[in-house]
């Protein structure tokens, strides 16, 4: 009687275990591991929309100074109050290639730009989202190339336009087309800034990239 009495209460003492194991929560559960990684993605997606919209608002930036560039450069032009019979001292823009040349890559700029913007604003609403971004930073590498080699062209120009260069018997004409060198000189500096949001586009390009 005694041995079938301890293995009565044995038993009963294992299935009491036994229940209370079960009722017991898995450290290890698949929900609780859910909702460990919904924390990191959450804010892995508010770090990248940050980032875009940063993004908008340089390119909206850049859009200003380049279209400041190119509609500077294209109403360039002074006329001097002295003339002869014969001739008439007059400078423009498009009395030199490479500020015609600037005039259309920096109309090209702003049309980039422009345009650019609807596919920033999808990587604010879809910050997973990969095509728009790794387009925006193949486009804007190329443009950044495009506005460089204007504005440093330019500036070799409006730099011999000040100066002159003694070895080669140019002369600087600025001091008598004050008016048209000091336009001329503030469209290069807008092209220089537009470089510099354009470069600065491509790293947070590369980094929301990185993110994913």
């Not at 993605?41 to 508010?46: I, L, Q, V």
């Not at 336009?183 to 807008?190: F, R």
Request: proline share 3%.
């Amino acid at each position: 009687m005694d041995k079938s009495e301890s293995t009565k209460i044995e038993m009963g003492e294992s299935s009491k275990l036994e229940r209370k194991l079960g009722k017991a929560p898995l450290l290890g559960s698949p929900s609780h591991a859910i909702s460990s990684a919904v924390v990191p993605t959450k804010r892995a997606g508010n770090y990248k929309r940050g980032i875009a919209i940063f993004d908008l608002i340089l390119r909206i930036a850049a859009a200003a100074t380049s279209i400041g560039a190119a509609v500077g450069m294209a109403t360039a032009g002074e006329t001097l109050p002295f003339f002869t019979q014969f001739f008439q001292f007059e400078a423009g823009y498009d009395d030199l290639p490479t500020f015609t040349f600037f005039v259309i890559a920096m109309s090209i700029v702003v049309a980039y730009l422009v345009l650019s913007i609807p596919f920033s604003i999808v990587c604010i609403a879809r910050s997973h989202v990969i095509v728009p971004r790794l387009l925006l930073i193949i486009f804007d590498t190329a443009i950044v190339t495009l506005t460089t080699s204007a504005a440093g062209a330019s500036a070799a120009i409006v730099y011999l336009a000040h100066n002159g260069n003694q070895d080669a018997n140019w002369l600087a004409f600025c001091n008598q087309f004050g008016d048209f060198c000091q336009t001329t000189s503030g469209a290069v500096v807008a092209a220089f800034i537009t470089v510099v949001i354009l470069l600065i586009l491509i790293v947070l390009s590369a980094i929301a990239l990185k993110r994913h």
